[in-house]
């Protein structure tokens, strides 16, 4: 019988994790005070940012990628695209509506990034059809009222996305491999995810 070889891992490590935030500029003197917060208590988690538009003008990161613009190394998509992907998550506050926010989540998302959306209590403005699904778990949406919520928010949803490291190997049969194929294409969906939904729903039903 022919057997196919499956590799599944989990590759975030709870060492050197990078993040990539995005949030409006349109008010940033007000909103500072707080991305400032967010960077500071990621910082304190551990990680290390990769963003530099809401950087204080002079900050050495800040300026390195404003030089890269400026010598047309590459385009602002090129480079904003290029940090998301080296990151292990994105944290975006939303509050204030922006286009560029949403397509960057949008483009952590299809990149099976862990996203974490940010928005205020108070905040008036409807949240994007895309907020309103969990998107197999790779979206968290919360909602704050001060700066403490804030810091909360981020340990337990830093907490959530750094298991620990697994790798490994296993065979499956020519049948498996068929339903799974044909499954994730009908569904529009990889073959991990499929495996992975497979695998939560038996544990659902299951414990032990």
């Known amino acids: 019988m022919l057997y196919y070889p499956l590799s599944c891992k989990m590759s975030i490590d709870s060492k050197n994790m990078k993040y990539y935030f995005t949030g409006s500029t349109k008010n940033l003197n007000e ?19 990769l963003n530099y538009v809401h950087l204080i003008k002079n900050d050495p990161t800040r300026v390195k990628y404003e ?42 998302l299809r990149k ?47 907490n959530s996305v750094v298991p620990d490291k697994i790798k490994f190997n296993f065979f499956i049969n020519i049948q498996i491999h068929n339903y799974i194929s044909k499954r994730a294409n009908k569904e529009n969906k990889t073959k991990s995810e499929i495996i992975r939904e497979i695998i939560t729903k038996e544990i659902k039903q299951n414990p032990v």
């Not at 509050?95 to 949403?102: A, D, Y």
């Open 31 to 49: 909103d500072s005070p707080l991305y400032k917060i967010i960077f500071e208590q990621l910082d304190l988690l551990g990680y290390m940012a």
């Open 67 to 108: 030089n890269i613009l400026v010598n047309n190394e590459l385009s602002v998509y090129q480079l904003q695209t290029s940090l998301i992907d080296q990151s292990d998550v994105l944290i975006a506050e939303v509050s204030r509506e922006s286009i560029t926010v949403g397509y960057q989540i949008d483009y952590a």
């Open 112 to 158: 099976k990034i862990p996203v974490l959306v940010l928005v205020n209590k108070n905040c008036t403005n409807t949240l994007p059809v895309m907020l309103t699904s969990n998107h197999y778990g790779l979206l968290t949406v919360e909602k704050y009222s001060s700066s403490e919520d804030v810091r909360q928010i981020l340990k337990n949803f830093t």
